[in-house]
T-cell receptor
Protein backbone atom coordinates (compact mmCIF):
# COMPACT_ATOMS: atom_id res chain seq x y z
CA UNK A 1 0.00 0.00 0.00
CA UNK A 2 1.21 3.44 -0.95
CA UNK A 3 2.53 5.43 1.95
CA UNK A 4 3.80 8.94 2.55
CA UNK A 5 4.74 9.81 6.11
CA UNK A 6 5.58 13.12 7.72
CA UNK A 7 7.70 13.43 10.82
CA UNK A 8 5.19 15.30 12.97
CA UNK A 9 1.44 15.90 12.96
CA UNK A 10 1.71 18.98 15.17
CA UNK A 11 4.68 21.23 15.79
CA UNK A 12 5.08 24.41 17.81
CA UNK A 13 8.19 26.53 17.29
CA UNK A 14 9.35 29.97 18.30
CA UNK A 15 10.08 32.84 15.95
CA UNK A 16 13.64 32.65 14.66
CA UNK A 17 14.07 28.92 15.18
CA UNK A 18 15.29 26.67 12.41
CA UNK A 19 12.60 24.11 11.59
CA UNK A 20 12.93 20.81 9.75
CA UNK A 21 9.92 19.02 8.30
CA UNK A 22 10.64 15.53 7.06
CA UNK A 23 8.75 13.52 4.48
CA UNK A 24 9.37 9.90 3.53
CA UNK A 25 7.71 7.86 0.79
CA UNK A 26 7.98 4.13 0.24
CA UNK A 27 6.83 3.96 -3.38
CA UNK A 28 10.17 4.62 -5.09
CA UNK A 29 8.65 7.78 -6.60
CA UNK A 30 10.85 10.18 -8.49
CA UNK A 31 8.82 13.31 -7.75
CA UNK A 32 8.23 14.86 -4.36
CA UNK A 33 6.45 18.07 -3.41
CA UNK A 34 5.93 20.41 -0.48
CA UNK A 35 2.76 22.47 -0.22
CA UNK A 36 1.32 24.75 2.40
CA UNK A 37 -2.39 25.06 2.92
CA UNK A 38 -4.06 28.13 4.37
CA UNK A 39 -7.75 28.96 4.73
CA UNK A 40 -9.07 30.73 1.65
CA UNK A 41 -5.81 30.24 -0.27
CA UNK A 42 -5.92 26.54 -1.05
CA UNK A 43 -2.75 24.53 -1.56
CA UNK A 44 0.28 26.44 -2.71
CA UNK A 45 3.41 24.76 -3.99
CA UNK A 46 6.59 25.67 -2.13
CA UNK A 47 9.23 23.42 -3.71
CA UNK A 48 9.37 20.21 -5.65
CA UNK A 49 12.02 17.74 -6.69
CA UNK A 50 12.23 15.48 -9.74
CA UNK A 51 15.25 13.52 -8.62
CA UNK A 52 17.78 13.13 -5.88
CA UNK A 53 19.70 16.36 -5.25
CA UNK A 54 17.44 18.23 -7.65
CA UNK A 55 15.00 20.91 -6.57
CA UNK A 56 12.75 23.42 -8.24
CA UNK A 57 11.01 26.45 -6.81
CA UNK A 58 7.26 26.45 -6.68
CA UNK A 59 4.97 29.43 -6.29
CA UNK A 60 6.04 30.55 -2.81
CA UNK A 61 9.65 29.48 -2.07
CA UNK A 62 10.64 32.58 -0.07
CA UNK A 63 11.68 31.74 3.46
CA UNK A 64 12.04 28.03 2.72
CA UNK A 65 14.69 25.65 1.46
CA UNK A 66 14.63 21.93 0.74
CA UNK A 67 16.96 18.96 0.72
CA UNK A 68 16.73 15.68 -1.14
CA UNK A 69 19.76 13.51 -0.41
CA UNK A 70 17.93 10.21 -0.85
CA UNK A 71 15.16 9.28 -3.25
CA UNK A 72 12.67 8.45 -0.51
CA UNK A 73 13.19 11.53 1.66
CA UNK A 74 12.39 15.18 1.02
CA UNK A 75 12.97 17.73 3.76
CA UNK A 76 11.53 21.22 4.06
CA UNK A 77 13.60 23.70 6.04
CA UNK A 78 12.48 26.98 7.53
CA UNK A 79 15.77 28.76 8.11
CA UNK A 80 14.33 31.29 10.56
CA UNK A 81 10.69 30.62 11.34
CA UNK A 82 8.29 33.53 11.32
CA UNK A 83 4.68 33.80 12.46
CA UNK A 84 3.46 34.08 8.86
CA UNK A 85 4.75 30.56 8.30
CA UNK A 86 2.15 29.17 10.67
CA UNK A 87 0.27 26.79 8.40
CA UNK A 88 -0.55 23.22 7.45
CA UNK A 89 2.32 21.68 5.48
CA UNK A 90 1.59 18.82 3.12
CA UNK A 91 4.09 16.56 1.43
CA UNK A 92 3.26 14.55 -1.68
CA UNK A 93 4.97 12.21 -4.09
CA UNK A 94 4.28 10.93 -7.59
CA UNK A 95 5.90 8.58 -10.03
CA UNK A 96 7.07 9.26 -13.56
CA UNK A 97 4.40 8.70 -16.13
CA UNK A 98 1.59 10.31 -18.02
CA UNK A 99 -0.75 10.88 -15.12
CA UNK A 100 1.23 12.25 -12.21
CA UNK A 101 -1.30 11.29 -9.58
CA UNK A 102 0.00 12.57 -6.27
CA UNK A 103 -0.01 10.72 -2.96
CA UNK A 104 -0.16 12.90 0.13
CA UNK A 105 1.07 12.54 3.65
CA UNK A 106 -1.18 13.35 6.63
CA UNK A 107 0.17 16.88 7.00
CA UNK A 108 2.08 18.78 9.68
CA UNK A 109 0.30 21.63 11.40
CA UNK A 110 3.05 24.09 12.31
CA UNK A 111 2.47 26.94 14.72
CA UNK A 112 5.15 29.61 15.07
CA UNK A 113 4.77 31.77 18.16
CA UNK B 1 -3.44 31.70 -12.45
CA UNK B 2 -3.17 28.05 -13.43
CA UNK B 3 -5.06 26.73 -10.45
CA UNK B 4 -8.45 25.15 -10.55
CA UNK B 5 -11.31 27.14 -9.07
CA UNK B 6 -14.09 25.19 -7.44
CA UNK B 7 -17.68 26.26 -7.17
CA UNK B 8 -19.56 26.43 -4.88
CA UNK B 9 -17.25 27.11 -1.96
CA UNK B 10 -19.59 25.22 0.35
CA UNK B 11 -22.43 22.78 -0.19
CA UNK B 12 -24.79 21.19 2.31
CA UNK B 13 -27.10 18.32 1.35
CA UNK B 14 -29.11 15.54 2.94
CA UNK B 15 -27.84 11.99 2.96
CA UNK B 16 -28.99 10.17 -0.17
CA UNK B 17 -29.01 13.27 -2.35
CA UNK B 18 -26.57 13.91 -5.16
CA UNK B 19 -23.79 16.48 -4.85
CA UNK B 20 -22.36 18.37 -7.80
CA UNK B 21 -19.20 20.44 -7.67
CA UNK B 22 -17.76 22.47 -10.51
CA UNK B 23 -14.25 23.41 -11.48
CA UNK B 24 -12.93 25.98 -13.91
CA UNK B 25 -9.36 26.50 -15.06
CA UNK B 26 -7.56 28.81 -17.45
CA UNK B 27 -4.74 26.99 -19.24
CA UNK B 28 -4.44 23.93 -21.47
CA UNK B 29 -4.18 20.71 -19.53
CA UNK B 30 -2.89 17.15 -19.84
CA UNK B 31 -5.45 15.87 -17.41
CA UNK B 32 -7.60 17.03 -14.51
CA UNK B 33 -7.68 15.32 -11.14
CA UNK B 34 -10.08 15.44 -8.22
CA UNK B 35 -8.98 14.96 -4.62
CA UNK B 36 -10.78 14.69 -1.30
CA UNK B 37 -9.54 16.00 2.04
CA UNK B 38 -11.08 14.99 5.31
CA UNK B 39 -10.84 17.58 8.06
CA UNK B 40 -7.24 18.28 9.02
CA UNK B 41 -5.79 15.44 6.95
CA UNK B 42 -3.87 14.95 3.73
CA UNK B 43 -5.50 14.78 0.33
CA UNK B 44 -6.60 11.55 -1.29
CA UNK B 45 -6.77 11.09 -5.04
CA UNK B 46 -10.29 10.26 -6.24
CA UNK B 47 -10.35 10.23 -10.01
CA UNK B 48 -8.44 11.45 -13.04
CA UNK B 49 -9.83 12.41 -16.42
CA UNK B 50 -7.56 12.87 -19.41
CA UNK B 51 -7.86 15.85 -21.72
CA UNK B 52 -9.24 13.66 -24.54
CA UNK B 53 -11.97 12.18 -22.34
CA UNK B 54 -15.38 13.72 -21.76
CA UNK B 55 -16.76 11.60 -18.95
CA UNK B 56 -15.49 9.08 -16.46
CA UNK B 57 -17.07 6.99 -13.71
CA UNK B 58 -15.71 5.42 -10.59
CA UNK B 59 -18.22 3.89 -8.20
CA UNK B 60 -20.53 6.71 -7.07
CA UNK B 61 -18.34 9.33 -8.72
CA UNK B 62 -18.92 10.79 -12.15
CA UNK B 63 -16.56 13.35 -13.63
CA UNK B 64 -17.09 15.34 -16.80
CA UNK B 65 -14.62 17.50 -18.68
CA UNK B 66 -15.29 20.18 -21.26
CA UNK B 67 -11.96 21.45 -22.56
CA UNK B 68 -13.64 24.01 -24.83
CA UNK B 69 -15.13 25.66 -21.74
CA UNK B 70 -12.17 24.80 -19.54
CA UNK B 71 -14.47 23.29 -16.97
CA UNK B 72 -15.09 20.05 -15.12
CA UNK B 73 -17.71 18.75 -12.74
CA UNK B 74 -17.71 16.08 -10.05
CA UNK B 75 -20.97 14.35 -9.22
CA UNK B 76 -21.29 12.21 -6.12
CA UNK B 77 -24.46 10.15 -6.23
CA UNK B 78 -26.41 8.84 -3.25
CA UNK B 79 -24.25 10.78 -0.81
CA UNK B 80 -23.35 9.44 2.63
CA UNK B 81 -22.31 11.16 5.82
CA UNK B 82 -18.81 9.79 5.23
CA UNK B 83 -18.59 11.89 2.04
CA UNK B 84 -18.37 15.01 4.22
CA UNK B 85 -15.02 16.52 3.22
CA UNK B 86 -13.42 19.18 1.07
CA UNK B 87 -13.06 18.41 -2.62
CA UNK B 88 -10.36 19.88 -4.82
CA UNK B 89 -9.86 19.88 -8.54
CA UNK B 90 -6.31 20.06 -9.86
CA UNK B 91 -5.48 20.65 -13.51
CA UNK B 92 -2.24 19.04 -14.64
CA UNK B 93 -0.53 21.48 -16.97
CA UNK B 94 2.20 21.07 -19.53
CA UNK B 95 4.78 21.65 -16.82
CA UNK B 96 3.44 18.49 -15.16
CA UNK B 97 2.53 20.22 -11.93
CA UNK B 98 -0.87 20.14 -10.30
CA UNK B 99 -2.53 23.41 -9.38
CA UNK B 100 -5.03 23.10 -6.57
CA UNK B 101 -7.83 25.52 -5.85
CA UNK B 102 -9.42 26.40 -2.53
CA UNK B 103 -11.88 23.51 -2.68
CA UNK B 104 -15.58 22.89 -2.14
CA UNK B 105 -16.57 22.08 1.42
CA UNK B 106 -19.28 19.38 1.27
CA UNK B 107 -21.42 18.60 4.30
CA UNK B 108 -23.74 15.61 4.12
CA UNK B 109 -26.39 15.69 6.83
CA UNK B 110 -27.48 12.28 8.15
Amino acid sequence: DVKVTQSSRYLVKRTGEKVFLECVQDMDHENMFWYRQDPGLGLRLIYFSYDVKMKEKGDIPEGYSVSREKKERFSLILESASTNQTSMYLCASSGQGAFYEQYFGPGTRLTVT
Amino acid sequence: SQQGEEDPQALSIQEGENATMNCSYKTSINNLQWYRQNSGRGLVHLILIRSNEREKHSGRLRVTLDTSKKSSSLLITASRAADTASYFCAPLTGANNLFFGTGTRLTVIP
